[in-house]
Nanobody, 123 residues
């Protein structure tokens, strides 16, 4: 089982910045990718940004140029630096980790989710 611990959410004024962090812990797994999703009230959960173990990144169109995802592979930690925040960025942000786990000499994919952290941007 992979455990995820998130931190860094909060309340910020429009135009401000926040940094989210998520650390994965456990044993017997290898990380394929880490990312952040968000879910606003009444809306579906959507991808914000994702980074693979090789460093390839992708972003939702509405956060490109404002958000930056990075990772510390040695610490199994992913960061999301959010700048120029807008009220429409208000949502619960969830850490997502795609891993593979070795069971009986075979690798199985395992996806894990964090508990979510609230980000509120006031106008």
């Amino acid at each position: 089982q992979v455990q995820l611990v998130e931190s860094g959410g909060g309340l910020v004024q429009a135009g401000g910045s926040l940094r989210l962090a998520c650390t994965a812990s456990g044993s017997g797994f290898r990380i394929n990718a880490m990312g952040w999703y968000r879910q606003a009230p009444g809306k579906q959960r959507e991808l914000v940004a994702r980074i693979t173990s090789g460093g390839t990144t992708n972003y939702a169109d509405d956060v490109k140029g404002r958000f930056t995802i990075s990772s510390d592979t040695a610490k199994n930690t992913v960061f999301l630096q959010m700048s120029s925040l807008k009220p429409e960025d208000t949502a619960v942000y969830y850490c997502n980790v795609e891993t593979r786990k070795l069971i009986d000499s075979r690798w199985f994919p395992v996806t894990s989710w964090g508990q979510g952290t609230q980000v509120t941007v006031s106008s």
